[in-house]
């Protein structure tokens, strides 16, 4: 539980930055009663990543923070010199989506000692030291796999062959959304898992995955993708290989974006798990709370849904991302 915890802390931190770009004075230092957030995003892999990115950087403008952001493409090596970063500059609070679950004790140890807080947001780190971060703000992503094992369970007939895409290898959601999948799918001996492989959470690479699952495994009957992007690439594969997304084979995401949602209304995804990226005006709210020495939760979990492909057509007008 205590690397769950994890993610939520980055996202709290994020609230505290505003704008991105150089940073003024901190609010610490007495020059300005502005709060500086410095928020280390995991990068721009994803439609729902973008969405997150968005809903931070508007929601520390609307709430007076400055916002100093950086992009860490993916790379672990990126989000902790942007942490240093953070530090040597001496903001008010610190909030990062990790990469990876493990490796950050060293990095927010660092913080620790700067007596700057740190939420984690969106994804958690693997420690065995809780006080390394005020709190984590983001999904239950083990929740999240049981709920599409569970639809998978009760909508289908056995014999059934699973093909999976992972997210990016190491990553809190990727780890946790296998996790509960293979825990509600026990209760069918029948459904099997004939291949498991990442596609790093990108469009490109669930369909690079899904042409060369599809070449070893031509009779798998269900994809289970870890976020939309990855089930829209594997849609364009299966396409390519002559078959009929939704029907000759089945499609269950996670994330419940505006491209994933459309193709569920067209009947191209048969389900969709939702994952909220717009964490921002909670990250902000946290994020003052924690500077002021406020006691917060030690883990914020979001409140989502699921949709089926009628619930996508009446959710999709007033969709915000």
Not at 285 to 291: D, I, Q, R, T
Request: proline fraction near 3%.
């Amino acid at each position: 539980m205590l690397k769950k915890i994890a993610t939520g802390v980055s996202v709290l931190l994020l609230a505290t930055l505003t704008a991105c770009g150089s940073g003024g004075s901190s609010a610490k230092d007495g020059d300005s009663g502005e709060l500086t957030m410095g928020f280390a995003q995991v990068g721009a892999e994803s439609g729902w990543r973008t969405a997150n990115t968005k809903s931070i950087q508007q929601s520390a403008k609307t709430a007076g923070i400055e916002l100093k952001f950086s992009d860490a493409q993916q790379k672990q090596e990126n989000q902790i010199k942007a942490i240093r970063s953070y530090i040597q500059q001496k903001v008010d609070v610190i909030a990062f989506s990790p990469v990876v679950e493990t490796g950050w004790d060293a990095v927010l140890l660092e913080a620790k000692r700067a007596r700057i807080p740190v939420i984690l947001t969106d994804r958690a780190v693997d420690s065995d030291d809780d006080t390394l971060y005020e709190t984590f703000l983001g999904s239950d992503f083990v929740e999240e796999g049981e709920k599409a094992g569970e639809w998978l369970v009760q909508n289908t007939e056995g014999p059934v062959n699973v093909v999976e895409l992972q997210g990016t290898t190491g990553a809190a959601p990727a780890i946790d959304r296998k996790k509960g999948f293979e825990e509600k799918i026990a209760a069918r001996p029948d459904i099997k898992i004939k291949a498991s492989q990442s596609g790093d959470f990108t469009r490109s690479g669930g369909k690079q995955v899904m042409e060369a699952l599809l070449r070893s495994h031509p009779d798998v009957d269900v994809v289970y993708a870890h976020n939309d992007d990855m089930g829209l690439g594997a849609i364009e594969a299966i396409k390519a290989a002559g078959k009929k997304p939704g029907k000759d084979i089945k499609i269950i995401t996670v994330d419940a974006v505006k491209d994933g949602m459309q193709a569920l209304a067209d009947g191209e995804i048969n389900y969709i798990v939702e994952c909220n990226p717009l964490l921002g005006d909670q990250l902000m709210e946290l994020a003052k709370k924690v500077v002021d020495g406020e006691k917060v939760p030690k883990r914020v979990v979001t409140e989502e849904t699921t949709f089926t492909p009628e619930q996508a057509k009446k959710a999709l007008p007033d969709r915000q991302y």
